[in-house]
């Protein structure tokens, strides 16, 4: 399984505070066999400061390898949400570390 975080502009320690898909970029992890959490990537967001039109369909296409998307918050892009076909978790603006250990423990409660 694969996730990705929204990442603080200046603080990569820290979740984005704003919707998933405004973030500059993502942490890109892989859950290993073992159940740690392995960056795989930081990944550029270049749609980060576009509104509507094509944005949910390149989000889409940039996140097309990722199982979970991690953020403070997801916008309302339509009644099925931004993105319909991904599994998301609103974690509000905390740090990359508490985000993982509360996917850690979703995974584990489900």
Do not use: C, W
């Not at 400061?49 to 097309?64: C, F, T, V």
């Not at 990722?66 to 991904?86: C, E, I, K």
């Amino acid at each position: 399984m694969r996730l990705a975080i929204a990442l603080a502009k200046q603080d990569e320690t820290k979740v984005y505070p704003g919707p998933f898909g405004h973030a500059p970029r993502f942490a890109v992890y892989e859950v290993a066999e073992d159940g740690e959490f392995r960056l795989v990537e930081v990944r550029e967001n270049p749609y980060a400061a576009m509104e509507g039109g094509e944005k949910h369909q390149r989000m889409r296409e940039l996140l097309k390898d990722v199982d979970l998307r991690v953020g403070a918050r997801f916008g309302h892009g339509g009644s099925m949400g931004a993105f319909p076909m991904a599994d998301r978790l609103e974690v509000g603006p905390v740090s990359v570390a508490e985000a993982l250990r509360r996917v850690r423990e979703g995974r584990n409660t489900a």
